[in-house]
């Protein structure tokens, strides 16, 4: 099965260099490697490395005006050839056999449409859990409305049947796209969190399975510059776009019971800071939390009204136009 790797990539340097060395040495005999660059001007090393692999046919390139998460992985799904679509990140770490051990989930098991690979993430593995490992994971994990909070799959060590997959370690068999029509949202903004799980959840109208393969493993640095961190952390924008997102994968996906739980979680953890966020919970914070929490809700609606006349796919229709 021939494997179509797509790297989006947004001022990122070092790190897109040796994910995309990492990426090109695998001895997987059958992939292409798509660059989805979004970057206005690179380094001048990383911008000869990245001409060097393009004109010796080791990567596609390609270089958009805009930085989009979804509308990149879009991009690239129109222009892929292979029949598994692997999404990375931009600054991961693959081991040996990374490619193979996707592909032979798909091999060994027709009903699967997604394989989630686990990330060895370095940041949540430093933390207090860091010799923490899961077997299986509870039956809270496959509950749309309160699953992002259970899915660990950071930690877990035993294949089995998930709701969602990390974005930076998934692949999909190419039929999820064209047979059936799904695309990512392009509504999801800023860091775009949420949304490889609000495509997961689209994903089960397929009757197709999302299967976890900790075999499938790569590091995540998480770099603090590049990427979605682009947009700070600390920023009013950030942090209205973080419950945003949220609330527009609910909206769109989940019933209103199942949002009920869903609102009702993602305001005791992220805004009173309940495990298993762990956040400060002085007065103040609580109280600019939930004022970021307000805002994002009724930005999600103002999302959601003006799909009436525009469904967010912007880059994807333009793109389209010239094609």
Known sequence: MMISVVIPTYNREQPLRETLADTIRQNYQNFEVLVI?????HESETQIYLEELANGKKIRWFRVDWANLPAARNYAVRRAFGEIILFLDDDVQLPDGFLAAHAANYLAKPDV??????????????DSRGDLTIDFLPPEAMDAGIAWYF???????????????????????????????????????????????????KL???????WYDPNACLV??????GGCHDVSTRSIEYQITFYHNHFLMGLKNLTAFQCLRFFAKLFDCHVLGNPPCYKGRSPIKIITRFAFYLLGFISALMTLIKSLWNDGQIYTLEDKKTE
Do not use: W, Y
């Not at 370690?169 to 796209?177: E, G, I, L, T």
């Not at 995540?220 to 510059?225: K, M, Q, T, W």
């Open 113 to 126: 449409g997604c394989v989630a690979g686990r990330v060895f993430d370095r940041m949540k593995l430093g």
């Open 37 to 41: 660059d979004q970057t206005h001007t």
């Open 204 to 210: 089960r109208s397929t009757g197709m399975k999302i």
């Open 151 to 201: 899915i660990d799959l950071v930690h877990t060590v035993k294949p089995q049947q998930v709701l969602s997959a990390r974005g930076c370690n998934m692949s999909f068999r190419s039929s999820v796209f064209t047979e059936h029509g799904l695309s990512f949202d392009e509504r999801f903004a800023g860091s775009a969190v949420r949304e490889e799980s609000d495509f997961c959840l």
């Open 220 to 225: 995540h640095l998480g770099e603090e510059s």
